[in-house]
């Protein structure tokens, strides 16, 4: 396998509407899909052209990942996520190569794509996503 190019890379903020003008107005980036994510206690929104996004994501709920991320580092770079042909068979040929995986299976992400965590452990310590991209 192969990772392809960095799909988004993932920013923590605390209130996506105090962030956003400052990509939008000051630094330029198109605002693309933003919606809250209720099984991740999340609201995202995508900013940028591609191929390559940031990601701004805020909690919406106080016992998230996400929220206790924010509570314990402040605001900040997340997660980089890498765009795959194919999310199942990545992540089996992931697993069987002894990557721990946060998600097993592919689950519905932002936009609609669908993507998978693999865990920090395994990675270096940065967090891993992969968006299934065609
Ligand atoms: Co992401």
Request: aromatic share 4%; hydrophobic share 45%.
């Amino acid at each position: 396998m192969h990772l392809g190019l960095i799909h988004h890379v993932g920013y923590v903020v605390a209130d996506l509407d105090a962030e956003i003008p400052v990509y939008r107005d000051v630094l330029g980036m198109e605002v693309g899909v933003r919606e809250v994510m209720p099984d991740q206690g999340v609201e995202a929104v995508l900013l940028g052209g591609g191929p390559s996004y940031v990601e701004l994501i805020a909690p919406v709920s106080e016992d998230t990942g996400v929220a206790r991320f924010l509570a314990k580092k402040g605001p900040g770079m997340h997660h980089v996520a890498f765009a795959v042909p194919h999310l199942e068979s990545t992540l089996r040929e992931l697993s069987d190569e002894g990557v721990e995986l946060i998600d097993t299976a592919p689950r519905r992400g932002l936009g609609g794509h669908m993507v998978a965590f693999l865990h920090p452990r395994s990675t270096g310590g940065v967090l891993t996503e992969l968006v299934e991209e065609h």
